[in-house]
């Protein structure tokens, strides 16, 4: 049981370019997420998913897109990267069930756009 | 919209010292939770403690536990008996009915040997 799975853990990109950060979970959970962290804050939602086919934008969802197409993944595209989009991407996921909504994070996706 | 205050950018004690972290919320939500993260150094988010809105006891997993003011939306974390495998970022963070995490900005506990 690997549980939240992340590639790549770092990253630099040029300003334009684009690139998808991948997300695998094993433990079926029904909900995922993508959080962003910049230096020194906590993390912001980027988007999430309730199930697979369905996503939903968080706080901070301009510049990314998702799609959930399997239970076990959740990718997340970054088109034409910024500087502002320099930080580190967590994805988690949790259980829809009564009692396991704690989220398990991923290690983390550092991205460095220059 | 939901929010989630952490007024100690930075703690220091010292080891086996026992250390509380606050937290403060906003919310108009009645059922809800709450959990601490740590982060340390390794960027991973661990998982501390949770609490569900609607018990009125206070969570406790070994060395740490929380004192949880649901009229005063008060969510402070204490750690007994301070490890140097304490010293992290800590997180408090709110989950709204819709399923979404709000995070503070984090407290820096630095546990000195």
């Known amino acids: 049981n690997a549980g939240v799975t992340q590639t790549p853990k770092f990253r630099i990109l040029k300003i334009g370019q684009s690139m998808t950060l991948q997300c695998t979970q094993d433990?079926?959970?029904?909900?995922m997420y993508w959080y962003r962290q910049d230096p020194g804050m906590g993390l912001k939602l980027i988007y999430y998913s309730v199930g697979a086919g369905i996503t939903d934008k968080g706080e901070v969802p301009n510049g990314y897109n998702v799609s959930r197409s399997t239970t076990e993944d959740f990718p997340l595209r970054l088109e034409l990267a910024a500087p502002s989009q320099t930080s580190v991407y967590f994805c988690a996921s949790s259980s829809s069930r009564r009692g396991k909504e704690t989220q398990y994070f991923g290690p983390g996706t550092r991205l460095l756009v220059l | 919209a939901q929010t989630v205050t952490q007024s100690q950018p930075e703690m220091s004690v010292q080891e086996a010292e026992t250390v509380t972290l606050s937290c403060t919320y906003d919310?108009?939500?009645?059922?809800?939770?709450l959990f601490w993260y740590k982060q340390p150094p390794s960027r991973q988010m661990i998982l501390v403690i949770r609490?569900?809105?609607?018990?009125?006891q206070n969570a406790t997993e070994n060395r740490f536990s929380v004192n949880f003011q649901k009229a005063a939306k008060s969510f402070s974390l204490k750690i007994s008996d301070s490890q140097l495998g304490d010293t992290a970022m800590y997180f408090c963070?709110?989950?709204?009915?819709?399923?979404?995490?709000?995070f503070g900005q984090g407290t820096r506990l630095t546990i000195n040997p």
């Open positions: 963070a709110f989950k709204t009915e819709a399923q979404k995490l709000v």
């Open positions: 919310t108009s939500e009645n059922n809800y939770y």
């Open positions: 609490q569900e809105a609607y018990k009125q």
């Open positions: 433990m079926n959970h029904n909900y």
